[in-house]
């Protein structure tokens, strides 16, 4: 990812630690987390470091997922014995249902505007392969199987399977001195 952004002109892309990025005090006028947040030890430390490199008045966007996020998949890969499959939603608290209030702690302004972005598939094959791209150890041929099944006889009767996102963007700015 980062080499592909390197090839944008004009650009600097620095690849480093979210709770020790290598900025002056007050150097940008946006960051923006990007589905990462839930993937830390500690996002609240990630949010005082947001907050420092930010000028007063900075603004800050976070995209999150919530609890039910690709909940439909979570219920394919249980039903063929594979609730490891799931996919993972959060690493720590840091989600949709908590993150404004999170935010509000380090940052004014909190906004939540949640993502219309659901899926409609109209056939297995991608499911069962997204599914399968999740797992240490792939799928059985029973399992691949009966995954297609399960879908399948969804999307006769519905004519897609749909897959409900939970995704937000919380904006906020940076508190005034």
Known sequence: MCERLRAIPHGQVVRCDAVGLPFPDASFD?????????????????????????RSGGRLAVALNGRDHLHELATIASAIGRPDLAPAISLNDFMAETGRARMARYFADVAVERYRC???????????????????????ARQRSAADA??????????????????????ASRRTA
């Open 150 to 171: 399960l879908i399948q006889a969804h999307i006769d009767v519905h004519g897609v399977y749909h897959v409900r996102k939970h995704t937000v963007l919380i904006t």
């Open 30 to 54: 946006t960051v923006v987390a990007n589905h990462m947040l839930y993937h830390l030890d500690d996002p609240a430390a990630a949010l005082r470091e947001f907050a420092r490199v930010l």
């Open 118 to 140: 659901d899926l409609d598939i109209p056939a297995a094959d991608p499911i069962v392969a997204y599914l399968d791209s999740l797992a240490d150890q792939p799928l059985t």
